[in-house]
């Protein structure tokens, strides 16, 4: 859309060689107000490009480490922040020696894919050495080749929560925390439906959002956009991810802040270096539901979208896969059939409303 209205000013970039991207903006001849990088890799670039271009923006090291899932962690538990006990691991190495020597329950991840893509529980030797050899298809499937490297952790139990946020000098500014109401247990963590405002207890919040604070401080990130996953554990808080950007996908629309301001809007004043007042949420609750791919073949058809939208509370619904296209399931798929959005009085009904109008669509996968 932007390419046709205004060609002139579009720029591409190599954003897979950031430097390289930064060379190219910094080449274009053009006036640069600000720079946002919209997902994990393109968070980088970004950072990049600002520094280059001598605009305000997180430093180049806080988002390389945000994209690293070990030097996150590394940093983290350096600081003093509660995160799993891990390893890192290499696929080329003896991966039954390696399931002799880990503790279970434990989570494999590779360290750079997002959206819970590759991350597979395992609870003994057997389904350790499957997990690992199916972590290293889909990272190769990815371009990765068998001397990378994957993450292994402790499983954390309790209830998990999503902290949006904006880092402003150091400090954090919370715009939402989002309660995950179906559990995360494994074996693999396909992410349904986030709420908000949370139902935790005030002490358990206060907690979770220190930890997302101090993790964000712990590798260096001091400004722009924060989207962590935080376990309530024990009576703890344990830090899952910290991303140095925005809450992904069509997943934004969900956050309505006091004055209609968008979450966009808030990411782009922030990046113009704006001054404003804190954002709050809106009154009421809202939920959003990733629909989950069933099973892996060819989408036929989404009925029923009309009954679905009908649902009391419910406040859209967008199927994001047109009929004809491949559908993959987690652990090896990387984006969902649609969202469902909703809101109502309280979280409960929200959730519920999400439920019912995902129970009402037909979908039909060949």
Known sequence: ??????????????????????????????????????????????????????????????????????????????????????QLLHFGQDLGQAATEVRYPCVLKP??????????????????IAAARRVRRIVQ?????????????????????????????????VLAIFDKPDPLEGPFFEETIYATPSTLPGAAQAALVACVRDAARAIGLDRGPVHAEVRWSGGHAVLIELAARPIGGRCSNVLRFEGGV?????????????????????????????????????????????????????????????????????PEGSRYLGFIYARAACVEDAVSALRTAHARLDIVIE
Do not use: W, Y
């Not at 997002?114 to 030797?125: E, T, Y």
């Not at 539901?289 to 099973?295: E, F, L, N, V």
């Open 262 to 330: 968008t979450l966009e809007d808030l990411v782009l004043s922030r990046a113009l270096n704006r001054a404003a007042a804190p954002a709050r949420l809106a009154d009421g609750a809202s939920a959003v539901m990733m629909i989950p791919t069933p099973r892996a073949g060819i989408l036929r058809s989404v009925g029923n979208a009309d009954a679905a939208r009908a649902v009391e509370g419910i406040d859209g619904l967008d199927i994001t896969v047109a009929p004809g296209q491949r559908l993959v399931p987690l």
């Open 111 to 128: 360290t750079h894919l997002s959206m819970s893509r590759g991350v597979i529980r395992a609870d003994d030797r057997a389904s350790f």
């Open 1 to 86: 859309m932007f390419q046709a209205a205004q060609p002139e000013r579009l720029l591409r970039l190599s954003l897979a060689d950031p430097p390289k991207a930064a060379e190219q903006a910094a080449a274009a001849g053009l006036e640069f107000a600000g720079v946002v990088g919209v997902d994990d890799d393109t968070a980088v670039a970004a950072a990049h490009i600002a520094a280059r271009l001598g605009l305000p923006h997180a430093s180049v090291p806080a988002c390389e480490a945000a994209r690293d899932k070990h030097r996150q962690r590394e940093l983290m538990s350096r600081h003093g922040v509660s995160v799993p006990r891990f």
């Open 141 to 173: 499937d990815c371009g990765g080749n068998d001397d990378d490297a994957f993450l292994v952790e402790d499983f954390i139990g309790g209830p998990e929560v999503a902290v949006e946020g904006m880092m402003r000098d150091g400090a954090l500014e």
